[in-house]
């Protein structure tokens, strides 16, 4: 499924800060919904040594929620999902990041 141009480009930017911490991208994107800086930095410090680098891609959509697939290098996917400002589409007003579930394991065990 085709991720729309802003959700895409905000998905790319959390990608990029799990990478590495860039200040600008939180500043941008990330800092008027989450103004704990320092919690924001150490949370993807922490994905940052768990999974590494990241890229969007792909998205599902389920019911009302759109979820973008970020893969890692070093195994396993993060899930995304974002709800953006109705007037300033390039921040954030709330987001998951969450491990995909592993593929081939019933949850039902």
Do not use: N
Request: aromatic share 8%; with cysteine.
């Amino acid at each position: 499924m085709p991720i729309p141009k802003d959700e895409r480009a905000v998905a790319d930017a959390i990608a990029k800060l799990i990478g590495a911490w860039d200040e600008a991208v939180y500043k941008k994107h990330i800092a008027r919904a989450f103004p704990e800086r320092d919690q924001v930095a150490d949370f993807y410090q922490g994905l940052r040594a768990k999974y590494g680098t990241c890229a969007v891609t792909s998205a599902e959509h389920a019911a009302f929620e759109r979820t973008i697939l970020l893969a890692c290098e070093r195994g396993g996917e993060l899930r995304l999902s974002l709800t953006l400002d109705d007037q300033d589409r390039a921040v954030i007003r709330s987001y998951k990041l969450r491990p995909a579930p592993a593929a081939g394991i019933c949850p039902l065990r």
